[in-house]
């Protein structure tokens, strides 16, 4: 063979074709030492007798491997083996008093890790302000963090998820928890029908618990998770991981239940405290992803419509509960963007909150306010808020064009807050501690409308543009009484503030406008001015109950570390 014909045959360049990373393995030439049909006919025409199926294809292989990996962190056999029915749980079964320790990785070890703040890195940077990013680790099963962790094999069932359920005497008092702590500030779940559902499972023998209602399960496991959440509890990483496993048992209920093909009011209501759950866990970024497949949820469900409408031949009470479920999405939606100036998409819907039904309320004690005032006080502040605050900060737009556009803005907001029932809007440090001795319920509920109320209006005074200058003493006045009620909370009910996301986040926000402002006060601002004092003096208290926590959460570290650049 001449040198030319050498060349130009292909079969010579088969190592440079091997070496472009645009080929597939799949697609590329043989190797040279690989025989062609071309070059040893005989042994081409012999059949190849194989002991076992084989795959060719690279890509293949390393899937199939990886299945196979899995399928031994499960404890599964063989793909064609019937599944173990059991799940591989931690010796100790969950609970406030006993949680899971620890989990499996997938070859049997244990692994310890525990997240800082776990919200995804690729988030908006809004979703996170000054808090740390996560650096997530592999799981079990998947190879990136995931807000539920995986405990369950492909073949349990929901009889796998109720199995793990705590004993009746634990988790009466979980339930109780929630209750106490949680219903108050989102009134969405009418207890008396709900004791009934959930005396219902406890009545029925183990083994025809597997035949219950997904949805139910999953809203009970939810409810659980948020109770132990507020437990006390001495170890924290253990209370965590015992909340964590509930929750994850919450979602696996949802997926039997089917819950993106089927929406039900009770996989709403799971939905939503779902969210709440990963506020407070410090999974801020997918607590927003999944808040988006709730409202989606809702849409679907027809919660954003007129109850007469949809179920016109439904009875007062299914009427009632669509209204507080719809109020629930709506306000969960509205603040949760406000935190972080993104857009609102609980938009559209017809629901009028006048038709909210206060015959079957008992007012609370300190007469003037029950759930359903509270439900319409807050549901307005979030029609205002959406409206005035949400779309131009998501476009970063100015909140008010001009000094007589905030004006107006400014009387709104009044309007509203006299609008307001008398405990709701009587609001001092003496008058809260006298109202959480008759009513801790209306205490709290007082506590987060406050703040709320005086964040968004702070958001207002401080807002400026080319045109608008922030309004100094508006902004500092609204800013105190914000940032007053998280301290009020911290003193009456110092463990739940810890936990509430949302007001631990807004009073942070609120201290850094407060450090902003002192920093760089004006020339004629005197550092002697009793507004100029209070404000220092709020900014002081914060970092101190930041630091109570600093030691254990880099969160409370972090912020106060930033906090502390502003002195």
């Known amino acids: 063979m001449d040198e030319k014909s050498s060349t130009s045959n292909p079969a010579n360049n088969r190592t440079d074709l091997s070496l472009d990373p645009y080929v597939s393995p799949r697609h590329a030439s043989p190797s040279p030492q690989t025989p ?5 006919p005989a042994k081409a025409k012999q059949p190849r007798k194989r002991n076992k199926p084989s795959l060719s294809c690279e890509t293949c292989t390393v899937k199939k491997n990886l299945i196979e990996e899995q399928h031994k962190a499960l404890g599964i056999d063989s793909p064609r083996k019937k599944l173990k029915q059991q799940v591989r749980l931690p010796p100790q079964s969950p609970g406030p008093g006993s949680g899971l320790s620890s989990r499996q990785d997938g070859h049997g070890s244990i692994s310890k890790e525990r997240r800082l703040s776990r919200s995804s890195t690729g988030s908006s ?4 302000s000054n808090m740390p990013f996560s650096h997530p680790t592999a799981s079990n099963v998947f190879k990136a963090e995931h807000p539920f962790s995986n405990y369950w094999t492909l073949a349990g069932g929901l009889a796998e998820v109720v199995q793990v359920l705590p004993s009746k005497d634990q988790s009466d008092i979980l339930i109780a928890k929630y209750f106490d702590v949680v219903d108050p500030v989102y009134p969405m779940i009418d207890q008396a029908s709900f004791r009934l559902d959930y005396d219902h499972i406890w009545s029925l023998p183990p083994l025809e618990r597997r035949h219950a ?4 399960v999953a809203l009970v496991f939810v409810m659980l998770a948020m109770g132990t959440q507020f437990v006390a509890s001495p170890s924290a990483a253990q209370k965590e991981q015992t909340a964590e496993f509930y929750v994850s048992a919450s979602h696996q209920a949802l997926r039997m239940f089917s819950y993106l ?3 039900s009011l009770r996989s709403v209501q799971t939905m939503v405290l779902i969210t709440y759950f990963l506020m407070n866990d410090n999974h801020g970024s997918d607590a927003y992803a999944f808040a988006g497949i709730l409202i989606r949820q809702a849409y679907a469900l027809g919660l954003n419509r007129d109850p007469s409408l949809v179920v016109p031949i439904g009875s007062r009470y299914e009427m009632q509960q ?4 719809w109020q629930a999405v709506f306000l969960q939606d509205t603040f949760f963007t406000i935190i972080l100036k993104l857009p609102p998409t609980a938009t559209h819907n017809d629901v009028r909150v006048e038709d909210l039904d206060e015959t079957d309320e008992d007012p ?3 007469a003037g306010a029950n759930d359903i005032s509270y439900i319409r006080s807050f549901w307005n502040l979030a029609n205002l808020c959406q409206t005035a605050l949400c779309t131009p900060r998501a476009l970063s737009l100015p909140v008010s064009a001009s000094a007589a556009a905030r004006s107006r803005l400014v009387a709104s907001f009044h309007r509203l807050y006299t609008s307001f029932p ?3 809007r009587t609001f001092s440090e003496a008058a809260i501690c006298e109202l959480a001795k008759h009513s801790q319920r209306l205490a709290r509920q007082t506590l987060f409308l406050t703040s709320n109320y005086y964040h968004c209006l702070m958001l207002v005074y401080v807002d400026e543009s080319e045109d608008l200058s922030l309004d100094l003493k508006g902004t500092l006045d609204a800013a105190h009484e914000a940032i007053n009620s998280f301290f009020l909370l911290h003193t009456l009910f110092q463990d739940e503030a810890r936990v509430w996301f949302h007001f631990q986040h807004r009073a942070y926000s609120e201290a850094v406008v407060i450090a902003e402002l002192i920093k760089n006060k004006p020339e004629d ?5 009793p507004m100029y004092m209070r404000a220092k003096n709020d900014l002081l208290r914060m970092i101190g109950i930041l630091q109570l926590t600093s030691e254990v959460d880099i969160v409370s570290r972090t912020r106060v570390g930033v906090l502390s650049n502003y002195l």
Request: glycine residues 0%; charged residues 25%.
């Open 125 to 128: 940077p809004m979703l996170l």
């Open 261 to 263: 093909s089927r929406p």
């Open 322 to 325: 669509r209204r507080k479920l």
């Open 364 to 366: 609370n004690l300190n």
């Open 422 to 424: 008398p405990p709701f």
């Open 525 to 529: 601002f005197s550092s002697m001015d």
């Open 213 to 216: 209602d997904a949805s139910l």
């Open 36 to 40: 062609t049909p071309a070059e040893d």
